[in-house]
């Protein structure tokens, strides 16, 4: 079905949504009714009654959370259903609990709501009943003692709020290992904390969890989550690379030695010693040998490798020893027939690597330095290069309603991209822009003259233009890049021209954990560097975001397996790759970032693009149409006096 934008009249929204945002204003005098969300609400009232897939993007603002929240929840208890939202980040799951569904109750009534999180986040009491206090570096195993004797949930979050980092990382040490559960030959299944999670979650009206869990979820057959009858998929964005990860292999040199040393506590008999010793060896040389056959970096690998034979027949030795070990209690019986899956599974994964038996797979290994024993780390790993397929056989084809939501999904107003991404046809598609007023609260910035990536002289004219731009922001600035080391360079360069006020603003990416960088940032001000992961997922309201940088257009660069390979498939199909994917994936990444600067109604601030591509090259037409209609400039005085006015206008005694 075609994309269409906003058109509703209030008149036209069904009977039942104004009844419950009526409800809502009358319960909450300060709540203001706003038309897009009523729209939204619309819809997904629609969807749920004809059980379609609806896929809207709806602008920062609109209040999507309360929108999908309120016709769900009313579906679900009206009709004995089950819900489940899917989100991205923990603080959107956060911010649904903790803050929109006291809404939801007040106008709906109580309800059941539990959040799942994944098996490993559970204490497993089998795992730790099985270490012995010399396992364990006496301080941790003495607090995690402590802790388990009073904890109710069994939950890494509950530890991980009274332990220091270091003492949090032997969490793995007990946590769940959901292929290596004794399930119900289990002697501690009854006070099983996840167990008892998993009651609670059969018992709810609605599950919050994220796109991590509905994906392991899917990935064994629906063994996970309970049944449910509608999905919303917020912060939609994101489900393409997660669903990657998810139908994608990844084998280590660091997994089988650490399944070994869990298969001789569990089993420990002696008859599976030399084994064992046998596979540990086999791994080690394979791993060294991958490791100086390719050498520190990410190299594809675009052919079967001779390599991981002896591994192979090795792990078949072992399955073939556990398959005829004779065990003492039914306990060990369950798990021996775990360790046999889980090693052939592994086998499997990684005869399927080395022999490259994956259609429509990009391969590629990593090799990096690490700071156990053995100083190296290599990975394997594979990823689908068209994950529609999948999706499409595990998800999109139940007959439920599915709602994806996010702030940035479509391309000059039309979805139809991202839908390809995933592989979705036949849905109900919404644009909602943001009622914001951007025009007049958010300015761009774009240099008359720079220095185009690539050509000499780049870095220094980012970093004086950069300079510039935090000066005017009075240390109030996000900067954007789309790599570590560009980021690096810049930051060294500008710190070094910043007076000494500005300089102790200066924050990067890797300085600190990212909360606590934008924590910093929120509470006392300041200016961060960042790459990646930084274009989205950052919300910064009022005035400690005013600026923000986006130092370079982010496009990918084939220096990734799955750039390469892809480009290359589109090349082969006779389609242009930078038209058909490095362009749209871009245009929706400038978007996230873009998004950062206007939280709420009342801010206000500069975005400054200083790749000059966006005005000179043809395609900069396609960014513009993306964005919200906005005031450009190239005038680095208008940036002063937009800012100083906008100043002003919010705090009238700086005027003096
Ligand atoms: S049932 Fe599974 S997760 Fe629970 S304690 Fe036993 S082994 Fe651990």
């Known amino acids: 079905m075609a994309s269409y934008r906003s058109h509703t009249e209030v008149a036209l929204i069904s009977p039942t949504v104004r009844e419950l945002f009526a409800k809502l204003s009358h319960i909450f005098p300060n709540y203001k009714e706003r038309m897009g969300q009523l729209e939204l609400a619309d819809h997904i009232e629609s969807a749920l009654e004809t059980s379609s897939k609806l896929v809207i993007e709806a602008g920062t603002g609109i209040g999507k959370t309360l929108a999908y929240l309120l016709p769900v929840v009313n579906w679900v208890l009206d009709n004995g259903k089950v819900g489940v939202i899917a989100t991205f980040t923990k603080t959107l799951q956060h911010q649904i609990l903790h803050h929109d569904i006291p809404w939801v109750k007040r106008v709906l009534g109580d309800f059941t709501v539990s959040l799942a999180v994944g098996a490993n986040n559970y204490l497993c009491l089998r795992r730790w009943n099985k270490l012995s206090a010399g396992e364990l570096p006496p301080r941790i195993y003495e607090k995690l003692s402590k802790w388990i004797a009073t904890t109710d949930t069994g939950l890494r979050e509950e530890f991980e709020s009274i332990a220091t980092k270091l003492e949090a990382t032997y969490f793995d040490e007990i946590a769940k290992i959901p292929e290596l559960c004794a399930g119900k030959k289990c002697k501690f299944r009854d006070m099983c904390y996840y167990e ?381 790759p930078f038209w058909k994917y490095q362009l749209p994936q871009a245009i929706m990444k400038l978007r996230q970032g873009v998004g950062r600067l206007i939280r709420r109604e009342s801010d206000y601030g500069v975005v400054a693009i200083l790749d000059t591509r966006i005005m000179a090259r043809s395609y900069g037409k396609k960014f513009w149409r993306s964005l919200p209609k906005v005031k450009v400039t190239h005038s680095i005085e208008e940036v002063y006096y937009f800012l100083q006015s906008k100043e002003r206008s919010t705090n009238p005694q700086a005027d003096g």
């Not at 869990?213 to 964005?237: N, R, T």
């Open 196 to 576: 008892r999670a998993k009651r609670v979650w059969r018992q709810s009206d609605l599950i919050i969890l994220n796109h991590h869990l509905l994906f392991a979820d899917l990935k064994i057959g629906g063994a996970l989550l309970p049944h449910y009858d509608v999905l919303v998929i917020d912060e939609a964005h994101n489900l393409e690379s997660v669903a990657v990860e998810y139908f994608g292999i990844r084998l280590t040199n660091f997994q089988l030695p650490y399944n070994l040393r869990l298969l001789i506590r569990d089993l420990p008999y002696h008859e599976l010693v030399p084994i064992v010793t046998k596979v540990e060896s086999t791994n080690t040389q394979l791993f060294h040998e991958i490791a100086t056959s390719f050498g520190y970096g990410t190299h594809r690998v675009t052919a079967p490798l001779r390599m991981g034979t002896m591994l192979l027949d090795t792990l078949d030795e072992l399955i073939n020893a556990l398959k005829e070990l004779q065990v003492n209690t039914p306990e060990e019986y369950e798990l021996k027939s775990r360790y046999i899956t889980r090693f052939d599974s592994w086998r499997y994964e990684l005869s399927c690597f080395m022999e490259q038996t994956l259609t429509a797979t990009v391969y590629w290994v990593e090799v990096r330095s690490s700071t156990r024993r053995d100083g190296v780390k290599v990975e394997l790993h594979t990823a689908p290069l068209d994950i529609a397929p999948h999706l499409r056989e595990s998800l999109w084809q139940r007959d439920i309603p599915i709602i994806f939501t996010s702030a940035t999904l479509a391309i000059d107003n039309n979805l139809g991209y991202w839908k390809s991404t995933v592989g979705l046809d036949n849905t109900v598609d919404l644009v909602l822009p943001s009622p914001f007023d951007y025009y007049h609260n958010m300015l761009v910035y774009v240099p008359k003259y720079g220095v185009e990536p690539d050509q000499p002289g780049y870095l220094e004219f980012v970093a004086n233009e950069v300079t510039k731009l935090i000066k005017l922001s009075h240390g109030k600035a996000l900067v954007l890049f789309t790599n570590l080391d560009t980021m690096d360079k810049v930051y060294s360069l500008t710190l070094s021209r910043l007076p000494a006020t500005l300089q102790q603003t200066l924050m990067k990416q890797g300085d600190r954990s990212r909360t606590g960088l934008l924590t910093s940032m929120q509470e006392l001000g300041g200016v961060l560097f960042g790459a990646d992961t930084y274009w989205q997922g950052i919300d910064l309201p009022g005035p400690s975001l005013v600026m923000l940088i986006i130092t370079r257009l982010p496009f990918k660069v084939p220096d990734s397996p799955i750039v390469q390979a892809k480009i290359e498939l589109l090349q082969s199909q006779g389609d242009n």
